[in-house]
């Protein structure tokens, strides 16, 4: 069922619940199961911020915050980043797709 009646804000706040779930996924199951890279401190804390700020950013979205587009331009910044970094560690193709994909739909909702 949809929260919103704008698809714009729907389509990024399925981007962003579907980006927080594999991120927190990964990083608490493949990552602490594979090491060495995978729990490299920085790459590990860009997984967990970015699981952080997409579920942010769904709940500002969700409660037509006026902050909305601040935060999704934030989020695109950080899935950005976490998808860099994920893509240069193997086994981590997928959610590399995930950020990049929900930060294209935060930059959408940021312009």
Same mark, same amino acid.
Not at 12 to 21: I, W
Not at 28 to 50: I, Q, T, W, Y
Not at 78 to 89: F, L, N
């Given at each position: @069922?949809? !929260?919103? &009646? =704008?698809? /714009?804000?729907?389509?990024?706040? =399925? $981007?962003?619940?579907?980006?927080?779930?594999?991120?927190?996924?990964?990083?608490?199951?493949?990552?602490?199961?594979?090491?060495? %890279? !995978?729990?490299?401190?920085? !790459?590990?804390?860009? @997984?967990?911020?970015?699981?952080?700020?997409?579920? &942010?950013?769904?709940?500002? @979205?969700?409660? /037509?915050?006026?902050?909305?587009? !601040?935060?999704?331009?934030?989020?695109?910044?950080?899935? =950005?980043?976490? $998808? %860099?970094?994920?893509?240069?560690?193997?086994? @981590?193709?997928?959610?590399? %797709?995930?950020?990049?994909?929900?930060?294209?739909?935060?930059?959408?909702?940021?312009?």
């Amino acid at each position: @069922m949809s !929260h919103t &009646t =704008d698809p /714009n804000v729907q389509s990024c706040v =399925d $981007a962003c619940n579907q980006c927080y779930q594999t991120c927190l996924h990964e990083a608490m199951n493949h990552c602490l199961e594979s090491g060495g %890279k !995978h729990v490299a401190p920085d !790459h590990f804390r860009l @997984m967990m911020n970015c699981a952080e700020i997409c579920q &942010t950013s769904v709940n500002f @979205m969700l409660s /037509n915050s006026a902050f909305s587009n !601040h935060l999704c331009r934030v989020c695109a910044e950080v899935c =950005d980043a976490c $998808a %860099k970094s994920c893509e240069q560690i193997s086994g @981590m193709e997928d959610c590399a %797709k995930v950020c990049r994909e929900c930060a294209e739909s935060c930059r959408r909702m940021a312009a």
